[in-house]
Antibody, heavy 121, light 109 residues
C-alpha cells in the first residue's frame, strides 16, 4: 500500500524559510515522479512543483518559482520542498503526491494527508 | 498560461441521478494530459480519470470522462451517496503548465 507522510509544516513568519519532507513507502520510490500540491484554507488545489524520478526534470508554478526548491533522496525514499521568502499567500495545506509515471508531467496518483503551513507574523 | 474553467460551480442532484460536470480550457490542450479528481471534506484528493477518459485503478465504472480540444466532461451515470464531493479537472502537461480548475461542488439536493 502506498503511504506518503508529510512533515515540517507549522507557523512561520513572513520572509522566513521552511523545509517540508515527505516519507514514502509501499512502492518503488525511485521509479516515479513526485509532486507538491497545496490548498489554501477553503480554496481549491494549486500545483506547486514536480520532480522526475531521477531529479533530471523539474517544474514549478510561477507563483513559487525562484523561492521554492523541490528535491528528492531516492536512497531514503524522501521528497523535500525548501521554501524561502515565505508570504502570507503561501499559507496552505501542502500535499505530497506520487505521479503515475517517471516524469513529472503525469497526474498525481496517490496523495498524503498534507502538512499545514501558516505564514503569519 | 492555460486557464481551466469548471461549470457549474455547484451542482445539486439526488442519488440515482446523472451528473455532468464541465471543464473548459482557455486554449486547446491534448486530451492525453487531462485528469479529474474527487475531494471529500477533510480528505486528500483522489485521482478518478486521466488521459481525459481512462479510469484510474479502483474507480467505479459509473465515472466516465470525455472530450477533446477545449471542452471536457466528467459524467457520473447514477449518483451514489458517496459521490457528493468537490471535483477538479487538471491539465498535467509541461507546456502549458500543470494547472487545476477551480472545482465543482456536487451536493445532495
Amino acid at each position: 500500500e502506498v503511504q506518503l507522510v508529510e512533515s515540517g509544516g507549522g507557523l512561520i513568519q513572513p520572509g522566513r524559510s521552511l523545509r517540508l519532507s515527505c516519507a514514502a513507502s509501499g512502492f518503488s520510490f525511485d521509479d516515479y515522479a513526485m509532486h507538491w500540491v497545496r490548498q489554501a484554507p477553503g480554496k481549491g488545489l494549486e500545483w506547486v512543483s514536480g520532480i522526475s524520478w531521477n531529479s533530471g526534470s523539474i517544474g514549478y508554478a510561477d507563483s513559487v518559482k525562484g523561492r521554492f526548491t523541490i528535491s528528492r533522496d531516492n536512497a531514503k525514499n524522501s521528497l523535500f520542498l525548501q521554501m524561502s521568502s515565505l508570504r502570507a499567500e503561501d499559507t496552505a495545506l501542502y500535499y505530497c503526491a506520487k505521479g503515475m509515471y517517471f516524469d513529472w508531467t503525469s497526474p498525481a496518483r496517490s496523495w498524503g494527508q498534507g502538512t499545514l503551513v501558516t505564514v503569519s507574523s | 498560461e492555460i486557464v481551466l474553467t469548471q461549470s457549474p460551480g455547484t451542482l445539486s442532484l439526488s442519488p440515482g441521478e446523472r451528473a455532468t460536470l464541465s471543464c473548459r480550457a482557455s486554449q486547446s490542450v491534448s486530451s492525453t494530459y487531462l485528469a479529474w479528481y474527487q475531494q471529500k471534506p477533510g480528505q486528500a484528493p483522489r485521482l478518478l480519470i486521466y488521459g481525459a477518459s481512462s479510469r484510474a485503478t479502483g474507480i467505479p465504472d459509473r465515472f466516465s470522462g470525455s472530450g477533446s480540444g477545449t471542452d471536457f466532461t466528467l459524467t457520473i451515470s447514477r449518483l451514489e451517496p458517496e459521490d457528493f464531493a468537490v471535483y477538479y479537472c487538471q491539465h498535467y502537461g509541461s507546456s502549458p503548465r500543470y494547472t487545476f480548475g477551480q472545482g465543482t461542488k456536487l451536493e445532495i439536493k
